[in-house]
């Protein structure tokens, strides 16, 4: 069973940066694609961003597009998102996702995933 661990939340003013990182472990990390998901209060969880297992498709949902870039190490079974230009509408918890399926490049549904992180919470003051 594949364990997800998230790290790199905080505190950050209005237009700071912030990177996560997910580190996986019991899977062949190198063929599953890997999301980005969060959840603010009160609300549903929403997708953030989606990376190939090949990291040579990204996507992104519209709110974060061009201030959030998901990359991935696959030597060292992590997958990282990078987030500038940060927003208080961006304070959510923020999770990670491995791909139910092996290989597949879409995929943006939650339903998609099938392991998850714990969470990390990211506050953006304004």
């Known amino acids: 069973q594949v364990q997800l661990v998230e790290s790199g939340g905080g505190l950050v003013q209005a237009g700071g940066s912030l990177r996560l990182s997910c580190a996986a472990s019991g899977r062949t990390f190198n063929r599953y694609g890997m999301g980005w998901f969060r959840q603010a209060p009160g609300k549903e969880r929403e997708f953030v961003a989606r990376?190939?297992?090949?990291?040579?498709?990204?996507y992104y949902a519209d709110s974060v597009k061009g201030r959030f870039t998901i990359s991935r190490d696959n030597a060292k079974n992590t997958v990282y998102l990078q987030m500038n230009s940060l927003k208080p509408e961006d304070t959510a918890v923020y999770y990670c996702a491995l791909d139910r399926l092996p290989l597949r490049v879409g995929g943006l549904n939650s339903a998609d995933f099938g392991s998850w992180g714990q969470g990390t919470q990211v506050t953006v003051s304004s």
């Open positions: 990376i190939s297992w090949s990291g040579g498709n990204q």
